[in-house]
């Protein structure tokens, strides 16, 4: 960062934990309203896919759940720099809270989506410990129908 502006490199394979990460999709998610979430998703079988998620503008709660073996491993993190980054691997469903206005998420996925091979958990499933900042949160039809773990 300097007088001009600032530099991010967004991702490097090189690096030690993402030198196997293959990138077969980005998205760019904008979400206008604080205390939206998105998910608990994941794909199965063939389709499961690790993801790489960073903030670009706003902030989140990240939240992931193991879904390939019991018991449930869950938890969240923070993410609100862009210069963070948090690899999730293929096995658990992710999902994420606006905690800011304009927020704007990049995510990578090592997997091409496929809707056939798509399957979610209910954001507040009482199995999972995710201690989300929102006990109200703006949620789609889809979102609000995943069933419990």
Same mark, same amino acid.
């Given at each position: 960062?300097?007088?001009?502006?600032?530099?991010?490199?967004?991702?490097?394979?090189?690096?030690?934990?993402?030198?196997?990460?293959?990138?077969?999709?980005?998205?760019?998610?904008?979400t206008?309203?604080?205390?939206?979430?998105?998910?608990?998703?994941?794909q199965q079988?063939?389709?499961?896919?690790a993801?790489?998620?960073?903030v670009?503008?706003?902030?989140?709660? &990240?939240?992931? #759940?193991?879904?390939?073996r019991?018991?449930? !491993? %869950? =938890?969240? /993190?923070?993410?609100?720099?862009?210069?963070?980054g948090?690899l999730?691997?293929?096995?658990?469903?992710?999902g994420? &809270?606006?905690? #800011?206005?304009?927020?704007?998420v990049?995510? !990578? %996925? =090592?997997? /091409?989506?496929?809707?056939?091979?798509?399957?979610?958990?209910?954001?507040?499933?009482?199995?999972?410990?995710?201690?989300?900042?929102?006990?109200?949160?703006?949620?789609?039809?889809?979102?609000?129908?995943w069933?419990?773990?």
């Open positions: 960062q300097d007088d001009r502006g600032s530099f991010l490199k967004v991702f490097n394979q090189e690096s030690d934990l993402l030198n196997k990460f293959v990138v077969q999709q980005t998205n760019l998610v904008t206008k309203e604080n205390y939206t979430l998105r998910g608990l998703h994941y079988n063939d389709f499961a896919e993801k790489f998620f960073r670009i503008s706003g902030s989140i709660q &990240l939240a992931f #759940a193991r879904v390939n019991i018991p449930l !491993l %869950s =938890d969240s /993190v923070i993410l609100s720099e862009p210069d963070v948090v999730v691997p293929r096995g658990f469903a992710t994420y &809270l606006t905690l #800011a206005e304009n927020t704007s990049l995510y !990578l %996925s =090592d997997n /091409v989506y496929r809707a056939d091979y798509e399957a979610g958990i209910r954001w507040n499933d009482p199995s999972l410990s995710i201690n989300w900042q929102s006990q109200s949160p703006i949620l789609s039809e889809k979102d609000q129908k069933p419990n773990f």
